[in-house]
C-alpha cells in the first residue's frame, strides 16, 4: 500500500541534484527523506482509517436515530426500527475496518541503503 519511488524517478531525481552541485551522500540523503514522507503520507491516508471511520460516525448516528424513533415511523416500515438495525450494521462494519487497520497495519518504510563514501567520477 506505501508507494515507493521508481527506480526511473530515482535516477532522475538523483540526476538532477547530482547537476546542481550536491554530492552523493546529500542525494542519498534526499531521497530517503523522501521516501519516508511518501510511506508516512500512505499510511496517514490509508483507506480503511477514513472509512472505518466514517461508518462509525453514521452507524452512531442512526443508533441514536433508531432509539428516538416514534411508533408512527417505525410503523411506517413494518414494525422494524430500521434506523436501529441500519446503524448497528454500520458501527459493526467501521469497528471491523478499524480493527483490520489494527492487525494489518500498512507496512513500514525500507530502512535506508547504506551510503557509500566512494568518490563518484565526474
Same mark, same amino acid.
Given at each position: 500500500?506505501?508507494?515507493? /519511488?521508481?527506480?526511473?524517478?530515482?535516477?532522475?531525481?538523483?540526476? *538532477?541534484?547530482?547537476?546542481?552541485? =550536491?554530492?552523493?551522500?546529500?542525494?542519498? *540523503?534526499?531521497?530517503?527523506?523522501?521516501?519516508?514522507?511518501?510511506?508516512?503520507?500512505? *499510511?496517514? /491516508?490509508?483507506? *480503511?482509517?477514513?472509512? @472505518?471511520?466514517?461508518?462509525?460516525? =453514521?452507524?452512531?448516528?442512526?443508533?441514536?436515530? @433508531?432509539?428516538?424513533? #416514534?411508533?408512527?415511523?417505525?410503523?411506517?416500515?413494518?414494525?422494524?426500527?430500521?434506523?436501529?438495525?441500519?446503524?448497528? @450494521?454500520?458501527?459493526? %462494519?467501521?469497528?471491523? /475496518? %478499524?480493527?483490520?487497520?489494527?492487525?494489518?497495519?500498512?507496512? $513500514?518504510?525500507? $530502512?535506508?541503503? $547504506?551510503? #557509500?563514501?566512494?568518490?563518484? $567520477?565526474?
Amino acid at each position: 500500500m506505501s508507494e515507493q /519511488f521508481e527506480p526511473d524517478e530515482r535516477a532522475e531525481a538523483a540526476e *538532477r541534484l547530482r547537476r546542481a552541485g =550536491y554530492s552523493e551522500a546529500d542525494v542519498q *540523503r534526499e531521497v530517503t527523506e523522501l521516501e519516508e514522507k511518501s510511506a508516512t503520507a500512505a *499510511r496517514i /491516508f490509508d483507506l *480503511r482509517r477514513i472509512i @472505518g471511520g466514517l461508518f462509525v460516525l =453514521y452507524g452512531v448516528i442512526l443508533i441514536i436515530t @433508531g432509539l428516538t424513533d #416514534s411508533d408512527a415511523d417505525i410503523d411506517k416500515a413494518q414494525g422494524i426500527n430500521i434506523n436501529l438495525w441500519t446503524g448497528l @450494521g454500520m458501527l459493526a %462494519l467501521g469497528v471491523f /475496518f %478499524l480493527v483490520w487497520l489494527r492487525l494489518r497495519p500498512t507496512a $513500514p518504510p525500507a $530502512p535506508p541503503l $547504506p551510503v #557509500s563514501e566512494e568518490k563518484v $567520477p565526474e
